[in-house]
């Protein structure tokens, strides 16, 4: 039977295992949307902190150089003298020097009430208003590891749904690398056509005068272009010389 194991470099990153504890490539495009949300919030809470420290700012420069403070001082005195012994300046003296006064009077105001008296946020308070979006992106780059219960849980109360899904996915993969394999089947012979470049052609002249330099010669697998191993496969066609990975041999 066709079997699909073991998976192709291309085909493990389209994955999610659920016991790797490293982000992967289907987790990482899904967190970067949750994080990209995260920005406007963001934007809109340094624009709140850069305007409450502008207004504080501008009230404090209010506070200091708009200080003003008044003083009046008036003095009243008012003395009538009579003089004179006769009848008509004993009652003159008796009436009118009842008005005789005497006050002074002093009065300081200032517009210290109507000065705004500003009180700007303390570290704490800016950290307890950042606290909730840091919560917010760690819980976005952590909200990956629950996400992958959900096909457990739904395994787990649908099995049969659990059975048809794992079917569709697996003619799935059978039809993608059926595709897979005749599309760099198409590659290498497109390139096989084209003629070698000068590097190649000076390469493998120094490796046909000069053997030793061939352990130098970095090569990597024709399909997946992992590096070389020992246990790589050599096409066994002559004049042909391509590597390949024990997978895509």
């Known amino acids: 039977k066709r079997k699909l194991l073991p998976l192709l470099r291309d085909e493990t990153s389209a ?17 970067v949307v949750e994080l990209l949300k995260c920005i406007p919030l963001l934007l809109f809470l340094v624009f709140v902190c850069v305007l409450d420290h502008f207004i504080f700012t501008a009230l404090s420069i209010i506070q200091n150089h708009s200080f003003v403070q008044y003083s009046y001082q008036t003095s009243h005195h008012i003395s009538v003298n009579v003089n004179g012994k006769s ?4 009652l003159l003296r008796s009436t009118i020097g009842a008005l005789n006064t005497s006050f002074d009077s002093q009065v300081e105001t200032s517009n210290l009430a109507c000065l705004p008296k500003p009180h700007g946020m303390t570290r704490e308070q800016y950290l307890s208003t950042c606290l909730p979006l840091v919560a917010l992106v760690l819980l976005c780059l952590a909200q990956v590891y629950p ?11 649908f099995p049969k749904r659990e059975k048809t899904r794992v079917l569709f996915l697996y003619n799935k993969l059978l ?7 005749q599309l760099q089947r198409r590659r290498i012979a497109r390139r096989a056509r ?8 000076l390469l493998k002249w120094c490796s046909q005068h000069w053997p030793w330099l061939r352990c130098c010669q970095r090569r990597s697998c024709t399909l997946c272009e992992t590096p070389g191993m020992p246990w790589h496969q050599v096409c066994p066609a002559p004049d042909c010389g391509a590597l390949y990975c024990d997978r895509c041999w």
Do not use: C, S, V
């Open 15 to 31: 994955f999610i295992f659920p016991w790797r504890l490293a982000l992967q490539r289907p987790e990482l495009k899904h967190m």
């Open 87 to 90: 009848l008509m300046a004993d």
């Open 175 to 181: 039809r993608q690398r059926k595709n897979f394999f």
């Open 194 to 201: 084209q003629p070698p470049g000068l590097g190649t052609l």
């Open 147 to 157: 996400f992958r219960l959900r096909r457990t849980i739904a395994a787990f109360y």
